[in-house]
């Protein structure tokens, strides 16, 4: 996490965007919005009428549901980890989930499991974005053969690893892959969901929820840990 006031990038990271936007909706293409809607988006390249699940429902996965409603998915199920903070929030900005899987109350069943039975044979994409190995298992076991692809957005520890059957995957034909800014080429893809946004195509303002001044940047934490918070902006001047 970087506070500082200047920041040395290389030319290729540094996009002009429309002056029409408002910095406290700029920011927002910078990491979290972007890299979610992205993943969907670049990533995947979901597919109108597909079923995707998203397993993390922070702002990031929220951005992935975004991003595939904006591609055309019919079934975005949100996979949350049984915890009741922050439900409030969550069904309120749905960002296009239509169904909620609980992996707390799967009973015996892997979580997988319950998601194969009802897409009744897997996901078109799944998408993790918490960053637990464990997930990522899941992910890749409840997409569909044959064409399912499952894309990682979170970041384990740096020793995790992955269990996966070597045979399973290749009969399966799945697909597995990583993405970093949702696979963006900054220059060219972010003043596209710039016109996006300002096309009301793109619901970037329902992401922030907060914004407060510099000063109260603790309390900031405290919403983000309480799961009271999407976005929070942080206003340097005020």
């Known amino acids: 996490m970087n506070f500082s006031e200047y920041t040395v990038v290389d030319v290729a990271n540094v996009t002009k965007i429309d ?5 406290n909706r700029a920011c927002l293409f910078t990491c979290g ?17 597909s079923t995707i699940v ?20 019919t079934r975005i199920i949100g996979e949350v980890m049984g915890s009741s903070r ?38 078109d994409y799944c998408f993790e974005c918490v960053g637990l190995g464990t997930l990522v298992q ?7 053969k044959g064409w399912g692809k499952t894309v990682v ?9 992955l269990n996966l059957n070597s045979l399973e995957v290749l009969q399966s034909r799945k697909t597995l892959t990583g993405a970093l800014f949702g ?9 596209i969901l710039v016109k996006r946004y300002l096309d009301k195509e793109l619901q970037l303002d329902k992401f922030v929820t907060h914004e407060l001044s ?12 309480q799961g009271k918070s999407l976005r929070c902006v942080i206003w340097m001047d005020k």
């Open 19 to 23: 002056p029409e936007v408002p910095p």
């Open 33 to 49: 919005v972007s890299a979610g809607v992205g993943a969907a988006w670049k990533t995947a390249n979901v597919e109108p009428g």
């Open 54 to 73: 998203i397993f993390g429902l922070g702002s990031i996965g929220l951005a992935v549901a975004e991003g595939a409603r904006l591609c055309g998915a």
């Open 86 to 123: 922050g439900d409030r929030l969550l069904q309120k900005c749905r960002f296009g989930v239509t169904e909620f899987v609980n992996s707390k109350s799967c009973g015996d069943k892997p979580v997988s499991q319950v998601i194969i039975e009802m897409t009744n044979g897997g996901a």
């Open 138 to 144: 899941e992910a890749f076991a409840c997409c569909r």
């Open 153 to 161: 957005l979170g970041a384990d520890k740096p020793e995790a690893q």
């Open 183 to 191: 696979g963006l080429k900054p220059k060219s893809d972010v003043p």
């Open 214 to 225: 510099f000063e109260d940047i603790n309390k900031a934490f405290d919403l983000l840990i």
